[in-house]
Nanobody, 123 residues
Framework: QVQLVESGGGLVQAGGSLRLSCAAS????????MGWFRQAPKKEREFVGA????????FYADSVKGRFTISRDNAENTVYLQMNSLKPEDTAVYYC????????????????WGQGTQVTVSS
């Protein structure tokens, strides 16, 4: 069992940056690939990016490639999403998730989810 808690969301102006954190409980954190998803109002939850077990490999959605960076610290049981050059269309609730498949864009491959953190980008 893995419990995930996101933090770091907030309101930022377009062009600004935010760093989200996702703290995981449990001793098996390093056994899981970690993903970030987001869901805007009235839209489906979409894949943002993922990081492999060791942190050496990452994979991103085209919409965030070059602007967002995922990293993880297995000693601290934490995964991060650094978001730069934010745009109003990045406004959403951001979720972290843990799964055993990498890379995977599918929500079905992630077994554990956090409660989400709101990111709002003003124009």
């Amino acid at each position: 069992q893995v419990q995930l808690v996101e933090s770091g969301g907030g309101l930022v102006q377009a062009g600004g940056s935010l760093r989200l954190s996702c703290a995981a409980s449990g001793r098996t954190f390093s056994s899981y690939a970690m993903g970030w998803f987001r869901q805007a109002p009235k839209k489906e939850r979409e894949f943002v990016g993922a990081v492999a077990w060791s942190g050496s490999r990452t994979f991103y959605a085209d919409s965030v490639k070059g602007r967002f960076t995922i990293s993880r610290d297995n000693a601290e049981n934490t995964v991060y999403l650094q978001m730069n050059s934010l745009k109003p269309e990045d406004t959403a609730v951001y979720y972290c998730a843990a799964g055993l498949v990498f890379p995977s864009l599918s929500r079905n491959h992630y077994d554990y989810w956090g409660q989400g953190t709101q990111v709002t980008v003003s124009s």
